[in-house]
Structures are given as C-alpha cells and as structure tokens.
C-alpha cells in the first residue's frame, strides 16, 4: 500500500516561491519499476486539477500549460520524496495541493494535462498553498 505524506505548504506573497515535498511510503523508487507521480489542486469551489507529473521510472516530467516554467516536479530516489518547486507565485495559485500516484503501464502515458483524479488511487493528506496580492 502505497502512503504518501506532504509538507511545506503556507503562506506567501505573489511574486514568491514555496516548496512542497512529498514523502513515499510502500514504494521504492527504482528503475526497475514505475509510478506516475504528482500534483493535484483544488480551490474552493472549482475540481481537482492535476499540473505536474514525475515518471518515476526514468524522471520525465509532465506540465500543464498554467505552470509550466514556474513549477518544477522533481524525485529524490535516496529520500523516496517527490518535490514540488514552485517560483513565481501568483494569487490564483491559492489552493489546497495533493500529491497523488498510480502504477504506470506501458501505452497509457503518465501526461497530466487532462488527467483525471479517479486514474489515481493514492493521495496524500493536502497542504494549504495560499498567495498574496
């Protein structure tokens, strides 16, 4: 069973930067075998989105268009963490993060532009992200 802890979310005025890290638990990660893992958002009112995504196998990274250049995903194999660099925050940016996974499977690309939430069955606990004008 794969478990998934986040930290590192808060408060920070537009312009600023945050990090948030994921750690992995029931996982190791390997060459030998992979997850797509990543980062959902939600706002109050809107759906869950998906913007990031690492393949754990081989460390190809994954954006949407709205973060893209801003936000890195990285993997840290020694500390089985998954991080989220996020730079040039902006209000909108406000919500509540999630770190998900899913195995991944040959032909089903670990893409997350369009993503949807239910493809992935582990989640961790969310962390606050809320930025400032």
């Known amino acids: 069973q794969v478990q998934l802890v986040e930290s590192g979310g808060g408060s920070v005025q537009a312009g600023g930067s945050l990090r948030l890290s994921c750690a992995v638990r029931?996982?190791?990660?390997?060459?030998?075998?992979?997850?797509?893992m990543g980062w959902f958002r939600q706002a109050p009112g809107k759906e869950r989105e998906g913007f990031a995504n690492?393949?754990?196998?081989?460390?190809?990274?994954y954006y949407t268009d709205s973060v893209k250049g801003r936000f890195t995903i990285s993997q840290d194999n020694a500390k089985n963490t998954l991080y989220l660099q996020m730079n040039s925050l902006k209000p909108e940016d406000t919500a509540t993060y999630y770190c998900?996974?899913?195995?991944?499977?040959?032909?089903?690309?670990?893409?997350?532009?369009?993503?949807?939430?239910?493809?992935?069955?582990?989640w961790g606990q969310g962390t606050q992200v809320t930025v400032s004008s």
């Open positions: 690492i393949l754990t196998g081989n460390s190809n990274t």
């Open positions: 029931g996982y190791t990660f390997s060459t030998y075998s992979s997850y797509c």
């Open positions: 998900a996974a899913r195995p991944f499977f040959p032909g089903r690309s670990c893409a997350i532009t369009g993503a949807s939430r239910f493809d992935y069955p582990y």
